[in-house]
């Protein structure tokens, strides 16, 4: 759902219609712009961006693991990067944690070397593709600068941050970014965090936060990190304040499994660690080769969102259900509704079948009150009132066919309308509900009444 968030962005930028989503990514979409100039395909062009700053991850890594622990244990950490079956996916797909996390990894090396002139513009640059990166990564700058440093670097931290963030706002109508961004944090974050939720939800992103960890870096997940030299006093300490900010945020306000991709702001300081301890080992080659077969195994079919395996399949199955409505639903009309999910949520709907009409259930509540997002001709608006005068029916955009849980979802929204209206067809395993258009309210109360 997010790229194709940041792929109708390249055409208009707009946050409060989710062109991206906020806070904007505003570095992002315009690098991406750039780059699809050479490409003409807005997918191509962001996977570009995405395997671009992979390289200059894996060589910030090895930068910073050299610097610290030495050449050996340098191309261990590259290594352990380059066999990541979490980097491998985000670095092949079109979304913003891989740019992160070379971003981390250049500010961390940056602060570590004392240069915090550099380190400050580094992390305004971040901020504009990852707003997130300057919350997480601004204590270990302040932590790092000297005292000759410190007002210097926190103005050209402030000048590089307005340079985009000015320009973002103006694009974005204004107020609307803030009452947007304001909305998203009230609906998603908010919701589940420590302030207004039980302990549990806490700790089971904790225990997320591990399994993510074993993913990440597979058979490397298995070093030990004891047993270090009391040399390495320094670097833990500067370690600590470089993960802690993230890893407290990811615990107690926001993170879930299919947003793993958060934690690779992480990844580089553990690869090096990871990468001293492999030196510190008396390998053989047939071990190493197999603990990188046994990554690449994990990346190509692992029963998990972020495997090659699982990529293919889901691919498979959108473009069967593109095939398909069409066939059963003509665009002239039919109103699609589609669902507020990552996996062939509306955003599907809306960039796959750019001739049709289509609506987000559930109806959100913002500043201005209740609104639909609204897609048609791959552009978003936001409306208070459903136009249903050119259509006849609407269809229910299926939901992944392979997840029970979205299955008893589905049939939830089903169960609003009333079952007499509603026609059942089925193809390729995937059940579409279609019902006349006059049945909406029941679905959308407020802006279909």
């Known amino acids: 759902m997010d790229s194709v968030n940041f792929a109708l962005a390249l055409k208009r930028f707009d946050p ?48 910073l693991a050299e610097n610290w622990f030495g050449a050996a244990a340098a191309r261990f950490a590259a290594l352990i990067f380059l066999f990541s079956p979490l980097a491998w996916f985000h670095g092949m797909v079109a979304l913003t944690y891989i740019v992160e996390a070379f971003f981390s990894a250049l500010v961390g090396y940056l602060c570590w070397r004392g240069q915090g002139i550099a380190a400050a513009i580094a992390l305004g640059v971040a901020g504009g593709f990852r707003p997130s990166s300057i919350v997480f990564l601004a204590p270990l700058l302040l932590f790092s600068l000297r005292k000759g440093q410190r007002v210097s670097a926190v103005f050209a931290l402030i000048l590089i941050t307005a340079a985009w963030f000015v320009p973002m706002v103006r ?26 939720s039980t302990i549990l939800n806490s700790f089971a992103r904790a225990i997320t936060i591990i399994g993510i960890y074993f993913l990440c870096f597979g058979c490397a997940a298995l070093l030990p990190v004891k047993g270090l030299d009391r040399d390495d006093r320094e670097k833990r300490r500067f370690t600590l304040i470089w ?32 990468g001293l301890r492999a030196s510190l080992l008396c390998w053989q080659p047939v071990a190493l080769a197999g603990c990188a077969a046994l990554n690449t195994a994990i990346f190509l079919f692992a029963p998990v969102y972020c ?37 062939l949520g509306y955003r599907h709907a809306g960039y796959y079948l750019p001739q049709y009409r289509i609506v987000q259930f559930p109806e959100v509540r913002l500043a201005a009150g209740e609104t639909v997002f609204a897609m048609a001709r791959r552009d978003t608006t936001l409306e208070q009132r459903v136009d249903e005068k050119p259509f006849q029916n609407f269809v229910l955009f ?8 979205y299955g008893a979802f589905m049939a939830q929204v089903r169960r609003r ?9 089925f193809r390729d395993s995937h059940e579409f509900a279609i019902a006349p258009v006059s049945d909406l309210h029941f679905l959308f109360p407020v802006v279909a009444r």
């Not at 890893?247 to 660690?273: D, E, H, Q, R, S």
């Not at 398909?324 to 002239?332: H, K």
């Not at 299926?398 to 849980?405: A, G, R, T, V």
């Open 16 to 63: 409060v219609a989710y062109q991206p989503h906020p806070p904007g990514y505003f570095l992002y979409v315009c690098l991406g712009r750039l780059s699809n100039l050479v490409f003409s395909d807005a997918n191509a062009a962001l996977v570009a961006i995405s395997i671009s700053f992979s390289c200059g991850a894996v060589a910030m890594i090895y930068w």
């Open 171 to 196: 694009l974005s109508a204004g107020m609307a970014y803030f009452s947007s961004l304001a909305s998203l944090w009230i609906t998603v974050p908010g919701k589940a965090s420590v302030f207004n």
């Open 243 to 274: 993960v802690t900010p993230a890893l407290l945020f990811f615990t107690f306000v926001f993170l879930k499994f299919v947003n793993a991709g958060y934690l690779l702001i992480l990844m580089p300081p553990v690869c090096a660690w990871l």
């Open 307 to 343: 495997s090659y395996s699982e990529v293919r399949a889901f691919e498979h199955e959108l473009a069967s259900v593109i095939a398909d409505i069409p066939r059963i639903a003509p665009s002239g009309s039919t109103m699609i509704v589609g669902l507020d999910s990552h996996f």
């Open 398 to 405: 299926p939901l992944p066919s392979n997840d029970s849980e």
């Open 417 to 425: 309308l009333p079952s007499k209206d509603v026609q059942l067809i």
